[in-house]
């Protein structure tokens, strides 16, 4: 059973940068694909950045395209989101998930099985 904890949210100031972290065991994350989730209050979550499980193919929403990169240290079966230039409507509670057997790449949600618990990202001046 794959596990995914996710770390890296906290407090950060409009412009600035945070980098999340989520760590996978159980097994092995390459065969999956993995994908950044938000949710802020009153609002459905939402596919921020995904990443296919062999191909390199990667999506992005639009709201954080050019902003936001996903990527991949396999060495530590960890998955990155890196973000930058962070604005107020970025606040959320952001998801690692991951799933396997997708033949294509997809954001949605609903595809994804497995899911970290979350960490609070807050941007705010």
């Known amino acids: 059973q794959l596990q995914l904890v996710e770390s890296g949210g906290g407090l950060v100031q409009p412009g600035g940068s945070l980098r999340l972290s989520c760590a996978a065991s159980?097994?092995?994350?390459?065969?999956?694909?993995i994908g950044w989730f938000r949710q802020a209050p009153g609002k459905e979550r939402e596919g921020v950045s995904c990443?296919?499980?062999?191909?390199?193919?990667?999506f992005y929403a639009d709201s954080v395209k050019g902003r936001f990169t996903i990527f991949r240290d396999n060495a530590k079966s960890t998955v990155y989101l890196q973000m930058a230039s962070l604005k107020p409507e970025d606040t959320a509670v952001y998801y690692c998930?991951?799933?396997?057997?997708?033949?294509?790449?997809?954001?949605?949600?609903?595809?994804?099985?497995?899911w970290g618990q979350g960490t609070q990202v807050t941007v705010s001046s």
């Open positions: 998930a991951a799933v396997n057997g997708l033949a294509h790449l997809s954001c949605s949600s609903r595809w994804y099985g497995y």
């Open positions: 990443a296919g499980a062999s191909d390199g193919s990667t």
């Open positions: 159980g097994s092995n994350l390459d065969y999956h694909a």
